[in-house]
C-alpha cells in the first residue's frame, strides 16, 4: 500500500533551519511528482512545494520562495524539503502528498501523517 511518513519537524528559532523528510513505499516513486503542504490551526492547507517526477520542474509559494528548496532522491525513496531563514508564519503542520501523475500539474492521491514545524523565539 502507499505509505508516506514525514520527519524532522521540530522547535527552531526566527532564522534558524529545518530539512523534512518524507519516507515513500508501496509505489515507483520516480514516476509522480511529489509535493509538500501545510497547515496551520484556523488557517487553509496550502501548497508550499512540488517537484516533477524527474526532478526538472519544481514550484513553489511565494511566501517561502528563496528560502525553501525541494529535492527528491529516488533511490532512498524519500522527498526533502530544505526550509532557511525560518519565520514564525512558517509555524504549521507539514504534510507530504503524492501526485496522481508525474507533473506537477496533476491531482494529489495520498498524504502523509504530517510533522509539526514551530518557529518561536
Known amino acids: 500500500q502507499v505509505q508516506l511518513v514525514e520527519s524532522g519537524g521540530g522547535l527552531v528559532q526566527p532564522g534558524g533551519s529545518l530539512r523534512l523528510s518524507c519516507a515513500a513505499s508501496?509505489?515507483?516513486?520516480?514516476?509522480?511528482?511529489m509535493c509538500w503542504f501545510r497547515q496551520a490551526p484556523g488557517k487553509e492547507r496550502e501548497q508550499v512545494s512540488c517537484?516533477?517526477?524527474?526532478?526538472?520542474?519544481?514550484y513553489y509559494a511565494d511566501s517561502v520562495k528563496g528560502r525553501f528548496t525541494i529535492s527528491r532522491d529516488n533511490a532512498k525513496n524519500t522527498i526533502y524539503l530544505q526550509m532557511n531563514n525560518l519565520k514564525p508564519e512558517d509555524t504549521a503542520v507539514y504534510y507530504c502528498?503524492?501526485?496522481?501523475?508525474?507533473?506537477?500539474?496533476?491531482?494529489?492521491?495520498?498524504w502523509g501523517q504530517g510533522t509539526q514545524v514551530t518557529v518561536s523565539s
Open positions: 502528498a503524492r501526485r496522481s501523475r508525474g507533473s506537477c500539474s496533476s491531482s494529489n492521491l495520498y
Open positions: 508501496g509505489f515507483t516513486l520516480d514516476s509522480y511528482a
Open positions: 517537484i516533477s517526477s524527474s526532478g526538472l520542474s519544481t
